[in-house]
């Protein structure tokens, strides 16, 4: 999978798969400094992904500044060919004044024992 750098931060291409949808988002910061993968609400209701009322609710912060989110268990997330199934991820707004889709978190990247190349900019 290719990394592209916008702004020099680096982004990536994610596919969600629930309940027989999948969901493709490109604009996907990929984060090794956050611990858990987090997405926009806006885009997961696409897929159906929406807040229930047994749902856990959670306040983090970032450098971002705090958002309060919700947790979704998703039946499988993908970067090019790492896939990681029943992955629980955090579900929120993303309004930090600039264009992102989600982020990629450590959560994801030691379940699918992904590679960071940034020399040749890739995940694999």
Not at 8 to 14: H, S
Not at 44 to 50: E, N
Not at 64 to 92: C, M, P, Q, T, Y
């Amino acid at each position: 999978m290719k990394i592209h750098l916008r702004d020099g931060l680096p982004f990536v291409t994610v596919t969600l798969s629930q309940q027989g949808r999948q969901l493709t988002l490109r604009h996907v910061l990929l984060d090794t400094g956050s611990a858990g993968s987090l997405f926009s609400a806006d885009e997961l209701l696409k897929i159906d992904v929406r807040l229930e009322p047994n749902d856990p609710l959670r306040r983090i912060r970032g450098v971002g500044g705090a958002e309060f989110v919700f947790i979704k268990s998703i039946e499988s997330l993908a970067v090019g060919k790492r896939r990681v199934d029943h992955l629980a991820v955090e579900v929120g707004a993303l309004d930090y004044g600039f264009a992102i889709e989600g982020i990629l978190g450590m959560d994801f990247l030691l379940q699918a024992k992904a590679k960071i190349n940034l020399a040749k900019l890739t995940l694999t």
